[in-house]
Nanobody, 113 residues
Framework: VQFVESGGGLVQPGGSVRLSCAASGFTFRSAGMTWYRQAPGKGRELVAT????????NYAESVKGRFTISRDNAKNTVYLQMNSLKPEDTAVYYCKAPGFNSWGQGTQVTVSS
């Protein structure tokens, strides 16, 4: 099982970024997917979840209305569209499939002027 996150970088407050996560080694279309983040000095926080078909999503209160999780089962890829970014969104972002212990390397998002 492997996850490869990409798309992070340095973004100004109020800006947007789209993260991607390419998954392999399991039946992607049958698995729910999640995005987590870990800010410096803090524990890993669940940000968003999406069902296997993409019909159901859930978000942490801190990102609700600003972030959108989506997926493309034909490409084995899950996305996180992040809008209206705040400095407190600065973190390493990871995707994960519940039920598997594997983590990717993550992608760094830094929100700063």
């Amino acid at each position: 099982v492997q996850f490869v996150e990409s798309g992070g970088g340095l973004v100004q407050p109020g800006g947007s970024v789209r993260l991607s996560c390419a998954a392999s080694g399991f039946t992607f279309r049958s698995a729910g997917m999640t995005w987590y983040r870990q800010a410096p000095g803090k524990g890993r926080e669940l940000v968003a979840t999406i069902s296997s078909a993409g019909s159901s999503t859930n978000y942490a209160e801190s990102v609700k209305g600003r972030f959108t999780i989506s997926r493309d089962n034909a490409k084995n890829t899950v996305y996180l569209q992040m809008n209206s970014l705040k400095p407190e969104d600065t973190a390493v972002y990871y995707c994960k499939a519940p039920g598997f212990n594997s983590w990717g390397q993550g992608t760094q998002v830094t929100v700063s002027s």
